[in-house]
Structure formats: C-alpha cells, structure tokens
C-alpha cells in the first residue's frame, strides 16, 4: 500500500471510532481486503426507530476502487446488517440521475425505485433528477441482495 493508501486508511480509522457515540447511525470504511487499502465508506444514518428505518450511502474514492465489486459488497453486508441484526423495515436512498452506474449497482443489490424528486440538484448550471430507491424486509428476506437469482 502507498504511503498515501496509509495515511487515508489511518484518517478513516480516526473518523470511524469517532462515531460510536452516534445512535442513530453506522458508519464503516470500506477495504480491500488483499492489502488493506481504504477504498471508501458505507454508511446507514437517519435511524428514524418508530418507523424502522433508515438511510442509506456509500462512496468510494475514486476510479481505481470503480467496478472492482467493492461497492456491490460492502452494500449487501450492510443491508444484511440492517435487516437481520438491526431488523430495519426500510432502507432507503437517493441517487442522481447523471450517476446510472450507481443505479445500476444499488437496483442489482434490491432496491427498487420508489419515485423521482423532480429538478431536486442544481448541478453544474443544470436542474438535475434524484431517484429515490428503497428495499423493504419482505423484500431482502426473499433475495438477501440476490433478486435475479431468488425471485
């Protein structure tokens, strides 16, 4: 790992132990587990408990941690964790429309479009769309973030 790899890592994990004390969400870093290099984060926050649910985002850094398969499975391990030990209802999320990529993973995982947020970003001089995409329990007991291979 690069000295740069290090120093990332290292500010994560000064991030993350902070974090604790917050109840109503859980945040983790993302590694590569061959050399244990930061690759991002996932992230489950605005536990709304009454309701049994929660948000959910995850980034990575950049190109080199793209379609390398980090975010599909940091994504289901945190879902499984969400569902079956924290046993949320509802988790949900909001992704732009220019970021179909992103989509593509999350509608790979389980969620499913619940609506669309007209015009929701002003983004580089342009009004841009937010999807807003949610998997439910009865949904993720059914495909444990398998849909196309379950349903």
């Not at 061959?34 to 992230?43: I, L, R, W």
């Not at 398969?69 to 209802?89: D, K, M, N, S």
């Not at 992103?102 to 342009?126: C, I, M, N, P, S």
Request: hydrophobic content about 40%; charged content about 25%; some cysteine.
């Amino acid at each position: 790992m690069g000295r740069s790899g290090r120093g990332a890592l290292e500010r994560a994990e000064q991030w993350y132990s902070s974090r604790a004390a917050e109840d109503d969400r859980l945040d983790l870093a993302v590694v590569e587990q061959a050399t244990g290099e930061y690759v991002g984060e996932v992230v489950l926050n605005e536990l709304h408990a009454d309701n049994r649910s929660c948000s959910f985002r995850i980034a990575l850094v950049g190109p080199r941690a793209f379609g390398r398969g980090y975010g599909t499975e940091a994504t289901r391990l945190v879902l499984a964790h969400a569902f079956e030990i924290v046993g949320v209802h509802r988790v949900e999320l909001e992704v732009f429309a220019f970021n179909p990529r992103a989509r593509h993973v999350y509608e790979q995982v389980g969620f499913v479009h619940d609506g669309t947020k007209r015009q929701a970003l002003h983004w580089q001089g342009a009004w841009v769309d937010t999807q807003v995409l949610a998997v439910l329990a009865g949904d993720w007991s059914r495909h444990r973030g398998f849909p196309r291979f379950r349903e």
